[in-house]
């Protein structure tokens, strides 16, 4: 039995249900969400009547928190995940006249209105920037209609294009705990986390904060886009570099040779 395993107590009950009915059916959790710094259900150790036989991990960033945790080593196997093909280009080849900035919250209202809100904050004192919103693809219909409302007459633009068009056009992200920042770091763009005063950070790539540009305020903002853009839009090639590894190895390609051992 293959289920999800993201640290939610149905998956613990449905494991044990499943050992009680028959202890000797072969279970598997497949992990594949983000893990923010203080994200810590799914890498806690229970009864192993509650965890399944094997953990199935989607990179190497979450097979090596949950060995870091106390897993065993022939507990978790790294299969990946499914991704298309990549669409990157030289940033130099980038539309460049656009200079976008993509923002990419997750579904939730609050999350939303977050980023939006910080991003009027900076075109208040640089209207020169262009924003663009990305909602995610689970958001509903009817926060999808308040949001359009919201940004009526407001210089930030609601995307209808496919992700690869609006990583394309881009080359900064600001986001805060969604799986696409993976993506648009794959892609070229510099990720810019939006933290909130007083809050846990929920930044998927907080392991490498030190190698990636760090704001608290929409003037540190216009700061660093300032000078990114003095710059041509070019990064130090030793941080982007760092960042991108990291970021191939949280979301790694599939292992055809891992999952056929299963």
């Given at each position: 039995?293959?289920?999800?395993?993201?640290?939610?107590?149905?998956?613990?009950?449905?494991?044990?249900?499943?050992?009680?009915?028959?202890?000797?059916?072969?279970?598997?959790?497949?992990?594949?969400?983000?893990?923010?710094?203080?994200?810590?259900?799914?890498?806690?150790?229970?009864?192993?009547?509650?965890?399944?036989?094997?953990?199935?991990?989607?990179?190497?960033?979450?097979?090596?928190?949950?060995?870091?945790?106390?897993?065993?080593?022939?507990?978790?196997?790294?299969?990946?995940?499914?991704?298309?093909?990549?669409?990157?280009?030289?940033?130099?080849?980038?539309?460049?006249?656009?200079?976008?900035?993509?923002?990419?919250?997750?579904?939730?209202?609050?999350?939303?209105?977050?980023?939006?809100?910080?991003?009027?904050?900076?075109?208040?004192?640089?209207?020169?920037?262009?924003?663009?919103?990305?909602?995610?693809?689970?958001?509903?219909?009817?926060?999808?209609?308040?949001?359009?409302?919201?940004?009526?007459?407001?210089?930030?633009?609601?995307?209808?294009?496919?992700?690869?068009?609006?990583?394309?056009?881009?080359?900064m992200v600001l986001y805060r705990g969604s799986s696409t920042v993976i993506k648009?770091?794959?892609?070229?763009?510099?990720?810019?986390?939006?933290?909130?005063?007083?809050?846990?950070?929920?930044?998927?790539?907080?392991?490498?904060?030190?190698?990636?540009?760090?704001?608290?305020?929409?003037?540190?903002?216009?700061?660093?886009?300032?000078?990114?853009?003095?710059?041509?839009?070019?990064?130090?090639?030793?941080?982007?570099?760092?960042?991108?590894?990291?970021?191939?190895?949280?979301?790694?390609?599939?292992?055809?040779?891992?999952?056929?051992?299963?």
């Open positions: 039995v293959i289920f999800t395993y993201e640290g939610l107590p149905w998956e613990k009950l449905l494991n044990y249900k499943i050992k009680e009915y028959n202890s000797k059916i072969q279970t598997y959790g497949y992990f594949f969400s983000v893990v923010s710094e203080f994200h810590n259900s799914p890498f806690i150790k229970f009864n192993s009547k509650y965890e399944p036989d094997i953990i199935l991990s989607s990179g190497f960033f979450a097979k090596k928190k949950f060995l870091k945790n106390g897993f065993k080593k022939n507990k978790i196997i790294n299969i990946g995940l499914s991704k298309k093909k990549k669409i990157a280009t030289k940033i130099e080849k980038r539309n460049l006249i656009k200079k976008n900035c993509l923002l990419i919250p997750e579904a939730f209202e609050e999350e939303i209105l977050n980023l939006v809100n910080f991003s009027l904050k900076v075109l208040k004192k640089n209207n020169k920037i262009n924003f663009v919103l990305r909602l995610h693809p689970s958001t509903e219909p009817k926060l999808l209609n308040k949001i359009k409302s919201y940004l009526i007459d407001k210089k930030i633009k609601l995307s209808t294009a496919s992700l690869e068009k609006d990583l394309n056009k881009s080359n648009a770091v794959k892609e070229n763009l510099l990720p810019v986390y939006v933290p909130i005063k007083d809050e846990l950070s929920i930044d998927p790539l907080f392991d490498i904060r030190k190698h990636k540009p760090e704001i608290n305020s929409p003037d540190d903002f216009i700061l660093l886009y300032d000078n990114f853009n003095k710059n041509k839009f070019k990064r130090p090639n030793k941080n982007i570099n760092r960042i991108k590894k990291f970021c191939d190895e949280y979301l790694s390609d599939i292992h055809q040779k891992n999952i056929s051992k299963i």
